[in-house]
């Protein structure tokens, strides 16, 4: 026999029960308004960038900096530079092999000590005069290559920039694995350093 009792505890589960069904029921329209508003969203931006495609290039700065002339020009300047200071070097060393050789001819002999000694003291002041000479002959040299390799790479990613307007490109990237020819604005950009160094050079022609 049914009680009141019975009957309000009937009455309460099935209360929970449709609670429950009516909660899975929202949960589960929630889920699919929430994947059409995901699914309209990758559409969209699908179609914006469909709209604005962005074009990519690539090149080898590492060749260019080596192959440029801007930086054939500019390792001859820097040969012409330090070639007499380099020459003057080895016509120090030439004469501290000439003076060693001779004081090893007076060793054997039977020279002047204070001669063989006065030949000793001179080997060792031009060998330190040579030391420093070449210390500094280096330090400058550093300097000044690291300076020229500076305006060479400015003129190299100049050039990459006037030709990437040119093409139209939106990116360029350096470091790349494996690339097309396709987008390997490389020789472009070689071709551009060529003419500019011929425009350069015409340019201090008519001004002299």
Known sequence: MLT???????NRVNKIRCNKKANEHLLFIGFFVLARLL?????????AYAKEAVSV????????MEN??????????????????????????DEINSLEAE???????????????????????????RSRSLQDFREELRFSRDAALDVVQKEVFGAIDEVRKVEEIDIILQDYISASSRVDITPLVLEFLKKKLEA???????KK
């Open 39 to 47: 699914i309209i969203g990758l559409l969209s931006v699908n179609i």
């Open 68 to 93: 440029a002339p801007q930086a054939e020009v500019a390792s001859s300047q820097l040969k012409a530079k330090f070639l007499p200071q380099e020459q003057k070097l080895s016509q120090k060393l």
């Open 57 to 64: 290039g690539v090149v080898n700065v590492t060749f260019l």
């Open 4 to 10: 009141p009792s019975t009957i309000s505890n009937m």
């Open 200 to 206: 350069d050079a015409n340019n201090v022609g008519d």
């Open 103 to 129: 004081l090893k001819k007076l060793s054997n002999s039977q020279a002047d000590v204070d001669l063989v000694r006065q030949k000793e003291r001179e080997l060792r002041s031009r060998k330190r005069s």
